[in-house]
């Protein structure tokens, strides 16, 4: 079975870090995109970040750029998002998502939503 399976969030205080887990199985994620996304209470799903596997390139989007890191693990079929300085307003459900079109984001400097399938999300939640 095909799936990406989100992990590692939680309650953190603002300044706060945490690092998000995306784990594919039943592929291998050489050759994809592999986009995170976040969607708070009432407002639509957005991109935070993307990395296009075979050369490694990312986009982050303006709120979260110098404060979030996008990156491959040594297991190369897990993807991380390393979340520092975190605030109030990155409280939302996180979502990783397989080949969102990370290449188009780095040119249109938005990751849109268009994806197939949607795993449940892990919560992360900033507040004092």
């Known amino acids: 079975q095909v799936q990406v399976v989100e992990s590692g969030g939680g309650l953190v205080q603002p300044g706060g870090s945490l690092r998000l887990s995306c784990a594919a199985s039943?592929?291998?994620?050489?050759?994809?995109?592999i986009g995170w996304f976040r969607q708070a209470p009432e407002k639509e799903r957005e991109g935070v970040s993307c990395i296009n596997t075979n050369d490694g390139s990312t986009w982050y989007a303006d709120s979260v750029k110098g404060r979030f890191t996008i990156s491959r693990g040594n297991a190369k079929n897990t993807v991380y998002l390393q979340m520092n300085s975190l605030k109030p307003e990155d409280t939302a459900v996180y979502y990783c998502?397989?080949?969102?079109?990370?290449?188009?984001?780095?040119?249109?400097?938005?990751?849109?939503?268009?994806?197939?399938?949607w795993g449940q999300g892990t919560q992360v939640t900033v507040a004092s």
């Open positions: 039943g592929f291998t994620l050489d050759y994809h995109a």
């Open positions: 998502a397989t080949d969102p079109p990370c290449y188009t984001a780095q040119t249109m400097g938005v990751l849109l939503p268009q994806v197939d399938d």
